[in-house]
């Protein structure tokens, strides 16, 4: 059994030096995940590989089904979970290719089925969602890098937007006003719906171009891709000496 599950983002469809061992098709009564679930093993750790956008990259973040994800995940066994995300750096320290363990988040997305407490409560349930990222398991992550040989980025907030589309530059301001070091689009509600559901999680983001407004170009989705390349290897190497 996996106890440990990484979630997938852009850019991390597969894991380098996984080897699978068997796929599972989990059915939920909120739907399909976005993909089957694969179990295998990593360095002589098992554990179990999600692709948050389906196994093609074909499904948008306001459009994935979070709650099937996290679900098929608890049924499968699984305890802790990372989630591997690309993001914009807005923090001045945010650079492309930086990795980053973020502690907070703030989030701006809408129309998100984002709870699994709706229909037939016995009473009302309320999370504690102060700290949305589990402080030990981002403890274990910071500590995989250091064996790694990686320098990774200790804290920041990840300010989560809608999506499709990327975010003006006024926007960006506004989020840079907030409090926010990162943008995505998938942290919300995929780290309540965890925390629902008693899971540990904790987010590796890589940092795959600067946001919109923070330079005087364009932002390429070719140069984006050509980040994530090489920013992604470096987190297979962390999860690679990741203990749980």
């Given amino acids: 059994m996996a106890h ?9 469809s597969t894991l380098a030096r996984f080897k699978i061992s068997r796929r599972v098709k989990i059915y939920t009564p909120f739907g399909e995940p976005s993909a089957e679930l694969v179990l ?18 074909t499904i948008a973040p306001h459009q994935i089904n979070y709650r099937a994800n996290i679900w098929a995940l608890k049924e499968l066994g ?24 973020p502690e907070q988040l703030i989030d701006y997305t809408h129309g998100r089925k984002d709870t699994f407490f709706e229909d037939g409560l016995e009473r009302v349930t309320h999370i504690d969602f102060t700290w949305p990222y589990t402080p030990a398991l981002r403890e274990k992550l910071l500590a995989a890098a250091i064996q790694a040989g990686l320098h990774v980025h200790d804290g920041g907030v990840y300010g989560c937007t809608q999506g499709p589309r990327l975010e003006t530059a006024a926007e960006i301001s506004r989020m840079e006003r907030d409090g ?41 989705m070719a140069e984006i891709e050509a980040t994530l390349a ?13 203990s749980i």
Avoid at 43 to 55: K, Q, T
């Fill in 78 to 101: 699984v305890r802790s979970i990372v989630a591997v995300a690309a993001v914009g750096g807005i923090g001045r320290d945010m650079a492309p290719a930086k990795i980053v363990i």
């Fill in 40 to 57: 295998g093993d990593l360095e002589g750790a098992e554990m179990a590989f999600l692709a948050r956008h389906g196994s093609r990259h």
């Fill in 230 to 242: 090489s920013g992604m290897q470096e987190v297979s190497l962390l999860l690679q000496c990741l």
């Fill in 180 to 220: 926010c070091h990162l943008v995505g689009m998938t942290a919300m509600p995929e780290a309540a719906l965890a925390r629902e559901l008693e899971m540990d999680y904790a987010c590796c983001a890589v940092v795959a171009n600067w946001a919109a407004g923070k330079t005087n170009e364009a932002i390429s």
């Fill in 4 to 12: 440990l599950a990484i979630i997938g983002g852009t850019g991390l």
